[in-house]
């Protein structure tokens, strides 16, 4: 069981909507901050899932929509990203949320394909080293689709703390043989564990017997028995 809560966070003129879940058992000390892809909401399948599946592994899970994703919600059409500022100060935002609920925890970014290149961003900024222990990337997005050589990688060779990468093998925006190139610049401990028929959202193929709550439960699992050995 779980305790869930909405939040407003303070951004700029106005708030950004989140949703705070909490164990109602023993917590970790590891608290995560996980953020959307680019296009579906924290309310999404994929996301309400993960964090459930976090919290009964004893995380406290904060997840929150970016600025263009709540006004997508507030006017019912589909809007693209904004711009990569934009994205970093609302990250900042609701860090500086999950740091005010959870003082005492330690922080972990974990974001979906957009979410967590956005993260590795503000990470690899944070020239002070205080804003989150560890990075979780569910399918980080290496390249666009079909454009092998347009490498967002630039930044792993300052990005310092321990990050888990979970990619599937059918992920269509990171190629493995290339991610595991650009994994040879991460300047921390980087872990990659494959999915095994994923693809960018983690669905498998019926073929493979396996189902979406498997899959899922496999990712958690993972992050769980990481965290459990990067920070014992």
């Known amino acids: 069981m779980s305790q869930l809560k909405k939040l407003s966070i303070p951004f700029e003129d106005g708030t950004l ?6 164990p109602e058992g023993g917590r970790r000390e590891s608290a995560i901050l996980l953020a959307h ?7 999404s399948d994929f996301m309400s ?3 459930t599946l976090l919290v009964e592994r004893g995380f406290l899970v ?12 507030e006017t019912g059409r589909r809007r693209p990203p904004d711009r990569r500022v934009v994205l970093e100060r609302a990250h900042h935002a609701a860090i500086k949320e999950l740091a005010r609920v959870a003082p005492k925890s330690r922080i972990l970014l974990a974001g979906k394909s957009l979410g967590g290149r956005i993260a590795s961003y503000v990470t690899a900024e944070d ?8 990075l979780v990337f569910f399918g980080y997005p290496l390249h666009p689709r079909k454009q092998h050589e347009k490498i967002r990688c630039d930044h792993f060779a300052i990005l310092s703390v321990p990050a888990l990468f979970l990619q ?10 290339l991610l595991t190139q650009a994994l040879g610049t991460y300047a921390g401990s980087a872990t990659l564990q494959i999915v095994e028929g994923g693809d960018h959202g983690f669905d498998v ?4 017997g396996r189902t979406a709550d498997e899959v899922r439960t496999e990712l958690a699992n993972l992050v769980a028995d990481w965290d459990a050995t990067t920070f014992r």
């Open 17 to 22: 909507d989140a949703l705070l879940e909490t």
């Open 37 to 43: 892809g680019s296009g579906a909401n924290m309310d």
């Open 49 to 51: 899932a993960m964090s």
């Open 62 to 73: 904060l997840r929150f929509d970016y600025p263009y994703m709540q006004r997508a919600r």
């Open 127 to 134: 020239t002070d080293g205080g804003l989150t222990a560890g």
């Open 168 to 177: 599937g093998t059918r992920d269509d925006l990171c190629d493995l043989d």
């Open 205 to 208: 193929l019926k073929r493979s």
